[in-house]
């Protein structure tokens, strides 16, 4: 048994500061509806911000009350979990960045400690040392919390940009009557190959195209499955009538090519955009001519 | 800038993202310790290859990243583990054309080809290693001395 100094009614640090925090939630609640954080998220109503306030103060008086000062995951928070990641991400899309709303969610400590050292008075110095400790980690515990909220925010924006970019890296061009072209840029994985490979079918069959250019200038590295990815599009597009020609072949991912022991004769490839358009333009039986300048009305 | 330390590392290989993240690490491994154009490239191309047998044919695992030096020579050696089922006919799944999937069978013999040293580590039911060394020996072509 951790000996009791005194008789009968001993708490912890922790446990008075969560009594003082249920005591005191009207005061402290009115008292953060002036700070930044709550004044700028709950810009409609002071009643707002301060009914807000009292959630995230019943919330850490029951953390402290259940001894849990220093854990994110304690109970408490995840009654207001929902409530601060709203208020960090109104902050967010206000502009602020994440250590500005981890400051202004560190200004709400202050006026807190303030009213218990207050309440404190007369009360032994290891005492009041004791119950400030506990609430300035409570209180650090609390600006985690938020501060999680904002990063797993972020992380499901990079998850919807992934998808995003799945769409917005294949625009498919229109060159020239009856040739299109797709610029593949990146990282040709399954996803993305598939979702080039249902463009360009599509777009030959709208733009009646006879040649598709598949330019690869933008691809870092060629492996077996890009590869393999590009031969499966090529085929598809012959079966739909259209010749495709792959281009912007770099010279090291040629040799690399090579060396892997790829056979890409089943398709046809030029070295550069340009080179695809003119042969599919020769193909097609356009004879591309120099402007004559003593000529130039006769065209 | 990144100091001899950026070079070493250990990427798990668990998705098609985190395939991503073993090319470019290799790739600015590769240049950091002074790889030409092409050797890079091959590098590279090499360790998508065994990353995704790694992610496909083993499950997932990981790859060890390190620099090695030998005779004043310095390369980078990659190794990719998993604690898959194995490879069972070692000489089979090296053959062009050979494969167990859906692929066109050249990435462990493609990959082979496109580093200096290669070696493969198989137990059945135990899981595979993979291990490929490329110096860089006077670039660009590194390819030369075998």
């Given at each position: 048994?951790?000996?009791?100094?005194?008789?009968?009614?001993?708490?912890?640090?922790?446990?008075?500061?969560?009594?003082?925090?249920?005591?005191?939630?009207?005061?402290?609640?009115?008292?953060?509806?002036?700070?930044?954080?709550?004044?700028?998220?709950?810009?409609?109503s002071r009643e707002e911000a301060v009914e807000a306030g009292r959630a995230v103060v019943e919330a850490l008086a029951a953390v402290a009350a259940a001894e849990r000062v220093e854990e994110q995951e304690a109970d408490g928070f995840s009654v207001v979990?929902?409530?601060?990641?709203?208020?960090?991400?109104?902050?967010?899309?206000?502009?602020?960045?994440?250590?500005?709303?981890?400051?202004?969610?560190?200004?709400?400590?202050?006026?807190?400690?303030?009213?218990?050292?207050?309440?404190?008075?007369?009360?032994?110095?290891?005492?009041?040392?004791?119950?400030?400790?506990?609430?300035?980690?409570?209180?650090?515990?609390?600006?985690?919390?938020?501060?999680?909220?904002?990063?797993?925010?972020?992380?499901?924006?990079?998850?919807?940009?992934?998808?995003?970019?799945?769409?917005?890296?294949?625009?498919?061009?229109?060159?020239?009557?009856?040739?299109?072209?797709?610029?593949?840029?990146?990282?040709?994985?399954?996803?993305?190959?598939?979702?080039?490979?249902?463009?360009?079918?599509?777009?030959?069959?709208?733009?009646?195209?006879?040649?598709?250019?598949?330019?690869?200038?933008?691809?870092?590295?060629?492996?077996?499955?890009?590869?393999?990815?590009?031969?499966?599009?090529?085929?598809?597009?012959?079966?739909?009538?259209?010749?495709?020609?792959?281009?912007?072949?770099?010279?090291?991912?040629?040799?690399?090519?090579?060396?892997?022991?790829?056979?890409?004769?089943?398709?046809?490839?030029?070295?550069?955009?340009?080179?695809?358009?003119?042969?599919?333009?020769?193909?097609?039986?356009?004879?591309?001519?120099?402007?004559?300048?003593?000529?130039?009305?006769?065209? | 800038?990144?100091?001899?330390?950026?070079?070493?590392?250990?990427?798990?290989?668990?998705?098609?993202?985190?395939?991503?993240?073993?090319?470019?690490?290799?790739?600015?491994?590769?240049?950091?310790?002074?790889?030409?154009?092409?050797?890079?490239?091959?590098?590279?191309?090499?360790?998508?290859?065994?990353?995704?047998?790694?992610?496909?044919?083993?499950?997932?695992?990981?790859?060890?990243?390190?620099?090695?030096?030998?005779?004043?020579?310095?390369?980078?050696?990659?190794?990719?583990?998993?604690?898959?089922?194995?490879?069972?006919?070692?000489?089979?799944?090296?053959?062009?054309?050979?494969?167990?999937?859906?692929?066109?069978?050249?990435?462990?013999?493609?990959?082979?080809?496109?580093?200096?040293?290669?070696?493969?580590?198989?137990?059945?039911?135990?899981?595979?290693?993979?291990?490929?060394?490329?110096?860089?020996?006077?670039?660009?072509?590194?390819?030369?001395?075998?």
């Amino acid at each position: 048994m951790p000996e009791q100094v005194a008789a009968g009614h001993q708490e912890t640090p922790a446990q008075e500061v969560g009594d003082f925090l249920r005591r005191r939630r009207e005061q402290i609640a009115q008292r953060w509806a002036d700070a930044a954080l709550f004044r700028t998220v709950f810009t409609v109503s002071r009643e707002e911000a301060v009914e807000a306030g009292r959630a995230v103060v019943e919330a850490l008086a029951a953390v402290a009350a259940a001894e849990r000062v220093e854990e994110q995951e304690a109970d408490g928070f995840s009654v207001v979990r929902e409530q601060l990641a709203r208020m960090a991400a109104s902050r967010s899309r206000a502009g602020s960045t994440n250590s500005q709303i981890s400051v202004e969610v560190d200004a709400l400590r202050m006026p807190v400690v303030d009213l218990l050292i207050a309440e404190l008075e007369g009360r032994p110095a290891e005492d009041v040392r004791d119950c400030t400790t506990a609430l300035t980690v409570l209180m650090g515990t609390l600006r985690l919390v938020v501060l999680e909220t904002l990063l797993s925010a972020g992380q499901e924006l990079i998850n919807r940009q992934h998808l995003q970019l799945l769409e917005v890296a294949t625009p498919v061009i229109k060159l020239w009557e009856g040739i299109v072209a797709v610029p593949l840029i990146g990282t040709l994985d399954s996803a993305r190959s598939q979702v080039v490979m249902e463009t360009l079918l599509d777009s030959i069959v709208e733009q009646h195209a006879r040649f598709a250019i598949l330019d690869i200038t933008g691809v870092p590295t060629v492996d077996s499955l890009v590869a393999q990815h590009l031969m499966k599009t090529v085929a598809a597009a012959r079966l739909m009538g259209a010749e495709c020609i792959v281009s912007g072949i770099r010279p090291a991912i040629a040799q690399t090519i090579v060396h892997l022991g790829i056979d890409l004769g089943t398709v046809k490839t030029q070295a550069s955009l340009a080179d695809a358009l003119g042969y599919a333009l020769r193909k097609q039986g356009a004879h591309i001519v120099p402007q004559d300048p003593h000529h130039a009305g006769s065209r | 800038m990144q100091t001899a330390g950026g070079v070493s590392a250990c990427l798990p290989i668990h998705s098609d993202l985190d395939l991503v993240w073993v090319r470019q690490h290799v790739r600015q491994a590769a240049a950091q310790l002074g790889f030409g154009l092409v050797a890079q490239t091959k590098l590279v191309t090499a360790a998508s290859e065994l990353a995704r047998n790694t992610l496909v044919h083993g499950g997932g695992g990981q790859m060890e990243c390190a620099p090695v030096s030998r005779g004043g020579g310095q390369g980078l050696r990659l190794s990719f583990s998993d604690e898959g089922p194995g490879i069972p006919d070692l000489d089979q799944a090296l053959r062009d054309g050979y494969t167990s999937g859906e692929g066109l069978g050249m990435g462990l013999g493609g990959a082979r080809r496109l580093v200096h040293e290669f070696h493969v580590d198989s137990r059945q039911g135990r899981g595979t290693t993979v291990t490929v060394t490329s110096w860089v020996s006077g670039p660009p072509r590194p390819r030369e001395e075998q």
